[in-house]
């Protein structure tokens, strides 16, 4: 029985909709956060929390993440208090104009231009090339009203003092239409169909000017007769930037937490296999090669999602620290920042792809869910810095930091390269490995920075004569060392914790620090810090398979307590009830193709044509002979072959004559035409083929066994 999808549900799922009818489904979601907003007066920190949960990727998310943070950093008091009530209340909806078409990461080789005109006291915005062209900007499409452009700043006389931000309306307010001078619109659909409801856009200045007022002034600034102040430090505009790499780790932790979660209820309900005592397929997550995968990919969520509220908390102590004009520890903040977006970035979108393929076949269905985590989140690797750009300004703020210490012994060090003091002036005993030290966080903590210092100073000491992949090499080392040390926080602070829900937490910190350091054995082995009698890799992968066993049992548990409502993860896969066939058969019944009992196009495309062959000699009425049994002239040959027809004709006699050929679609009733064959000999030949669309055409196309 068919039943319609709106039948079921109201509504067009979400797996069956098009861009447009996504984006319109984006807003009214929009819509409704701001009335349930002013509703229940939630904080911003209660609607963001609302917004997590969602399953869906907003325009507006930009306006909160990029739009709103750098207004409230980089704006002067005087714009601060013009536009924040709009700001807040989303009167304005806001977007980030920085990447452009030729240029994304090199923030410094932007194109677009902002010159100042001192007679009018206004900027002048421009794209002077196609590739000054904005592009790839969240909400800029269709949705937003008002954007922060990065432009280059020209002063009178043609001074270029680099990129700055400015304030530019994009479209009226009144009917939201462009504003004069500005092309702007979608670039059009993304890989694997990822945030499909988000207009990334793009956007052109055609002279387009605004008042001086409309530059963030915090930090620089010009004077109405275009004299320029510059900031205390150039680094205060990287302000914006990173926030929103320190966001990203929360939200690389959360995103990996739904494929988990999604992966470990489906491979527990799922039996496959060998039978168990109770006779019983064998559950898929007990497999060594299921649990190998997953259980480390839960560790990662749960350390990423703590790393990310230790990052917000260190992010908003140095936006503190700025505003008292402390920028001590800005480079620190800044590397750490970097290598953070690298790795949770890099760990997350190989964790969601690992997450799809222990579901088997149906992980690559879109009921499954984690296919739509993977295509949103896959470009988190290029945006807000390409990674491996990334991965050089890590490996710079270590060689710094390294030759500081070298030329000052006993120079304090900051969080973020504190790993540098086993490099100290003092010897320090290097790691003593055995069987136990896997067992001990402690130990291995210990074994990561060590790994990083001495990669630092390999690096250092090889500097005229790098490998081309040390950057990321140096950077994966330098920022595991650094996670491994807030892991060991997260350790040391469940003390206050029951003893069951400790131990629990415990083991799945501890396989996380096991898991990396498997990652990094070529780097152990290279620094000679893996020395053993017997082979400590075996003891390793030992200890890693012993903490999955104890982690195995809690793995639904700690899925669940991330709270995540059915709802909010959209799997047919993850359901919490675990009647996950059911679901997949339930959503399969929505498929805008089994609406109708035949498919659609069917008529046109697939139906087979019949056609008739009426042959008549033009003079005289010799026999024809048709399969070998005396018939009249006229016969009839259905054939039910389609695209191209050869009919052939076989005679009683010898002596040429003609013959007229009337050729019936009988499938549709009408004559395609006439065509005129002529016999030579024992047999004739005639040969039709369809064209497109009403036209037939006919050529000679070969012999045919076919006979009338």
Same mark, same amino acid.
Not at 39 to 47: A, C, E, F, I, R
Not at 561 to 566: E, G, I, L, Q, V
């Given at each position: 029985m068919?039943?319609?999808?709106?039948?079921?549900?109201?509504?067009?799922?979400?797996?069956f909709?098009g861009?447009v009818?996504?984006?319109?489904r984006a807003?009214?979601i929009?819509?409704r956060?701001?009335?349930l907003?002013r509703?229940?007066?939630?904080?911003?920190?209660?609607?963001a929390?609302?917004m997590?949960?969602?399953?869906?990727s907003?325009?507006?998310?930009l306006?909160?993440?990029a739009?709103?943070?750098?207004?409230?950093?980089q704006?002067s008091?005087?714009?601060?208090?013009?536009?924040?009530?709009?700001?807040?209340?989303?009167?304005?909806?806001?977007c980030?104009?920085?990447?452009?078409?030729?240029?994304?990461?090199?923030?410094?080789?932007?194109?677009?231009?902002?010159?100042?005109?001192?007679?009018?006291?206004?900027?002048?915005?421009?794209?002077?090339?196609?590739?000054?062209?904005?592009?790839?900007?969240?909400?800029?499409?269709?949705?937003?009203?008002?954007?922060?452009?990065?432009?280059?700043?020209?002063?009178?006389?043609?001074?270029?003092?680099?990129?700055?931000?400015? #304030?530019?309306?994009?479209r009226?307010?009144?009917d939201h239409s462009?504003?004069?001078?500005?092309?702007a619109?979608?670039i059009?659909?993304?890989?694997?169909?990822?945030?499909?409801?988000?207009?990334?856009?793009f956007?052109?200045?055609?002279h387009v000017?605004?008042?001086?007022?409309?530059?963030?002034s915090?930090?620089?600034?010009?004077?109405?007769?275009?004299?320029?102040?510059?900031?205390?430090?150039?680094?205060?505009?990287?302000?914006?930037?990173?926030?929103?790499?320190a966001?990203?780790?929360?939200?690389?932790?959360?995103?990996?937490?739904?494929?988990?979660?999604?992966?470990?209820?489906?491979?527990?309900?799922?039996?496959?296999?060998?039978?168990?005592?109770?006779?019983l397929?064998?559950q898929?997550?007990?497999?060594?090669s299921?649990?190998?995968r997953?259980?480390?990919?839960?560790?990662?969520?749960?350390?990423?999602?703590?790393?990310g509220?230790?990052?917000?908390?260190?992010?908003s102590?140095?936006?503190?620290r700025?505003?008292q004009g402390?920028?001590?520890?800005?480079a620190?903040i800044?590397?750490?920042?970097?290598? #953070?977006?690298?790795?949770?970035?890099?760990e997350?979108?190989?964790?969601l792809?690992?997450a799809?393929?222990?579901?088997?076949?149906?992980?690559?269905s879109?009921?499954?869910?984690?296919?739509?985590?993977?295509a949103?989140? #896959?470009?988190?690797?290029?945006?807000?810095g390409?990674?491996?750009?990334?991965?050089g300004?890590?490996?710079r703020?270590?060689l710094?930091?390294?030759?500081?210490?070298?030329?000052?012994?006993?120079?304090?060090?900051?969080?973020?390269?504190?790993?540098?003091?086993?490099l100290?002036?003092?010897?320090?005993?290097?790691p003593?490995?055995?069987?136990t030290m896997?067992?001990?966080?402690?130990?291995?903590?210990?074994?990561?920075?060590?790994?990083?210092?001495?990669a630092?100073?390999s690096?250092?000491?090889?500097?005229?004569?790098?490998?081309?992949?040390?950057?990321h090499?140096?950077?994966?080392?330098?920022?595991d060392?650094?996670?491994a040390?807030?892991?060991?926080?997260?350790?040391?602070?469940?003390?206050?914790?029951?003893?069951?829900?400790?131990?629990?937490?415990?083991?799945?910190?501890?396989?996380?620090?096991?898991?990396?350091?498997?990652?990094a054995?070529?780097d152990l082995?290279?620094?000679?810090?893996?020395?053993?009698?017997?082979?400590?890799?075996?003891?390793?992968?030992a200890?890693?398979?012993?903490?999955?066993?104890?982690?195995?049992?809690?793995?639904v548990g700690?899925?669940d307590?991330?709270?995540?409502?059915?709802w909010?993860?959209?799997?047919?896969?993850?359901v919490?009830?675990?009647?996950?066939?059911?679901e997949?058969?339930?959503?399969?019944?929505l498929?805008?193709?089994?609406?109708t009992?035949?498919?659609?196009?069917?008529?046109?495309?697939l139906?087979?044509?019949?056609l008739?062959?009426?042959?008549?000699?033009v003079?005289?009425?010799?026999?024809?002979?048709?399969?070998?049994r005396?018939k009249?002239?006229k016969?009839?040959?259905?054939?039910?072959?389609?695209?191209?027809?050869l009919?052939?004709?076989?005679?009683?006699?010898?002596?040429p004559?003609?013959?007229?050929?009337?050729?019936?679609?009988?499938?549709?009733?009408t004559q395609i035409?006439?065509?005129?064959?002529?016999?030579?000999?024992?047999?004739?030949?005639?040969?039709?083929?369809?064209?497109?669309?009403?036209?037939?055409?006919?050529?000679?196309?070969?012999?045919?066994?076919e006979?009338?």
């Open positions: 068919l039943i319609p999808a709106r039948q079921l549900t109201g509504i067009i799922p979400r797996d909709i861009r009818e996504a984006y319109k807003l009214a929009t819509k956060l701001m009335e907003q509703l229940h007066q939630w904080t911003p920190d209660q609607t929390q609302a997590s949960i969602l399953s869906e907003l325009p507006i998310t306006h909160d993440l739009f709103q943070p750098v207004f409230i950093g704006g008091a005087d714009l601060v208090d013009e536009y924040w009530e709009l700001i807040a209340n989303k009167g304005i909806h806001g980030y104009l920085q990447t452009e078409l030729g240029h994304g990461t090199n923030v410094a080789r932007l194109e677009t231009t902002a010159t100042y005109l001192p007679d009018t006291e206004e900027f002048e915005l421009h794209s002077p090339t196609l590739t000054s062209t904005k592009w790839w900007v969240g909400a800029l499409g269709k949705t937003a009203t008002h954007g922060v452009v990065q432009a280059k700043l020209i002063l009178p006389g043609g001074k270029d003092v680099g990129p700055h931000l400015f #304030l530019v309306q994009l009226s307010l009144e462009l504003c004069s001078g500005i092309t619109g979608d059009g659909p993304k890989a694997g169909g990822g945030s499909p409801a988000v207009d990334n856009g956007a052109r200045f055609n000017r605004i008042p001086r007022k409309n530059m963030f915090k930090f620089a600034m010009v004077t109405e007769d275009g004299r320029y102040t510059k900031p205390q430090n150039p680094k205060h505009s990287f302000g914006g930037m990173m926030y929103i790499r966001s990203m780790v929360t939200t690389a932790g959360w995103t990996l937490a739904r494929g988990i979660t999604i992966a470990i209820r489906y491979t527990t309900v799922r039996r496959q296999g060998e039978p168990d005592h109770r006779g397929e064998r898929v997550i007990r497999y060594p299921t649990y190998y997953l259980l480390p990919i839960l560790s990662r969520s749960y350390v990423f999602i703590g790393l509220r230790q990052t917000t908390k260190s992010f102590a140095l936006r503190e700025i505003e402390d920028l001590g520890y800005l620190e800044h590397a750490m920042l970097c290598g #953070l977006k690298v790795l949770v970035s890099t997350t979108i190989s964790g792809e690992n799809r393929r222990a579901l088997g076949g149906h992980g690559y879109m009921f499954a869910g984690i296919g739509r985590l993977y949103d989140y #896959l470009p988190a690797a290029t945006y807000e390409d990674n491996f750009v990334l991965d300004q890590v490996v703020a270590a710094k930091s390294y030759n500081l210490l070298v030329s000052t012994p006993g120079r304090p060090l900051g969080v973020h390269s504190n790993y540098l003091r086993l100290g002036g003092v010897s320090r005993a290097r003593v490995i055995s069987i896997w067992q001990d966080h402690a130990a291995i903590i210990h074994l990561l920075e060590w790994r990083a210092a001495l630092v100073q690096a250092a000491q090889n500097l005229n004569h790098p490998d081309a992949g040390i950057n090499r140096l950077s994966k080392a330098i920022t060392a650094f996670v040390t807030q892991v060991g926080d997260m350790v040391a602070a469940l003390d206050q914790l029951p003893h069951n829900e400790r131990c629990a937490l415990r083991d799945l910190y501890l396989l996380y620090l096991l898991s990396t350091v498997e990652e054995l070529v082995f290279t620094f000679g810090l893996l020395q053993h009698e017997t082979d400590p890799t075996r003891d390793l992968r200890a890693i398979n012993s903490v999955c066993l104890r982690v195995l049992p809690n793995a700690f899925t307590a991330f709270s995540f409502p059915d909010a993860l959209d799997s047919a896969l993850g919490s009830n675990g009647r996950v066939y059911e997949l058969w339930k959503r399969a019944q498929e805008p193709l089994n609406q009992s035949t498919p659609p196009g069917h008529q046109v495309s139906a087979s044509k019949v008739v062959a009426l042959a008549q000699p003079l005289g009425k010799p026999k024809a002979i048709v399969r070998g005396e009249d002239s016969r009839r040959k259905e054939s039910t072959l389609r695209g191209s027809f009919f052939s004709v076989k005679v009683s006699h010898d002596s004559y003609d013959f007229n050929v009337m050729i019936e679609d009988v499938t549709a009733a035409g006439i065509i005129s064959a002529t016999s030579f000999g024992a047999r004739c030949e005639f040969s039709l083929r369809l064209g497109q669309g009403e036209e037939s055409r006919f050529s000679q196309v070969g012999r045919s066994s006979e009338l």
